[in-house]
């Protein structure tokens, strides 16, 4: 069990260097932490900010609309570098463009819902896929994974409810 705790945020110093730890909230799980090395302007965060790369899954653990606020105050940190947990590093903008995604496909989802297609149908996916591939085709796993991900939105749509995107 840990002998230290903290709710949002926690400062520690190791070898005369500063790093801050940073819980913001459920997204790719409840307990997501992002480390943040201020004197080099790096972040560290593993699962919930792929870098060109959509989200893998988006599972029933998975928490979109919070997720989706998890990435806005990432956005506010002063840095310029994220490591992931898988991959490539990234920049700033790259917290902003997974957010972006987000929102992105769940308006591409209910687009397709209005037209008449149906949950997690093929046509659903067609429908989603071919709004999304001008911006986001060339990421990793978006062939395989957008299915996954459009299945997950909708179990967390049955678990937490629809949400406004903003």
Known sequence: MPDVT????????LGGREFK??????NHSDSSLVLSYPA??????????PIDDIPFGTRNQDYV???I???RKVEELDFDVIVPGHGNPGQKDSARLVSEYFQDLVVAVENAESRGQTRESPRMVSAVRAALYPKYGSWANFGPGLPG???GLYEYWDR???FPIR
């Open 6 to 13: 903290f709710e949002d945020q926690l400062t520690l110093r």
């Open 149 to 151: 991900n459009i299945r």
């Open 160 to 162: 937490m409810g629809r």
């Open 69 to 71: 606020e998890s990435l």
């Open 40 to 49: 080099r302007r790096v972040i560290f965060a593993v699962d919930f900010i």
């Open 65 to 67: 609309a919070e997720w």
């Open 21 to 26: 730890l940073y819980y913001f909230g459920r």
